[in-house]
């Protein structure tokens, strides 16, 4: 076959190669963009204060702040909390304690990336007031109920239905309130029981 140049030689030669290839890498980007956009990953703030050694917080009942081990089931204190970890658990500030603690009632087993992210948005890094049950701490870990703006925040996640009812946790003074509020998200279709 006779080319008039050279460039028409590539043109024809190479032309429809290099187009195809471009617009295949065009539609690949768009689609990875796309999908980091819709799937953006939530990412947990990491503040100075929340790195903390692991054996400082660690807590049994007879080495909580005297401030805490003094405390009634139900009487609210107010501390800060530090951080909110990928299980769950939050670390919390008392004057110069600080330890770990679960929100009792929850089950967090199956803990959505996206609640841990809601979680670190509503308390982390914020003054709120805990509370104890009958028992404040359990395999070194303090069990609390979380007030925010004097709402029960435990009692919120399951309205939403971003987490389910432990009916197995040994503390059970809220525990009607709690219920209700998860059969309040069951009812509307809220979070996990959208189905």
Known sequence: MYYDNKASFYVRQYGPRVLMSAFIVLIVSVGLYIYIANHNIPTIKVTDQA???QDTL????KNLSDTLNG???????SVKVASVESNGEIVIIDNDSRFKARLIGLDFENIEPDTIYLMGQDIGNRQVEIAFDNTKCSEDI???YVYVNDELYNAKLLEEGKLKLDSQDMNKLLLKELTESQAYAKQTRAGLWEY
């Open 51 to 53: 790195v903390v050694e």
């Open 142 to 144: 303090a069990n609390v």
């Open 58 to 61: 660690n807590v049994t009942a």
């Open 71 to 77: 405390l009634e089931p139900l009487e609210k204190k």
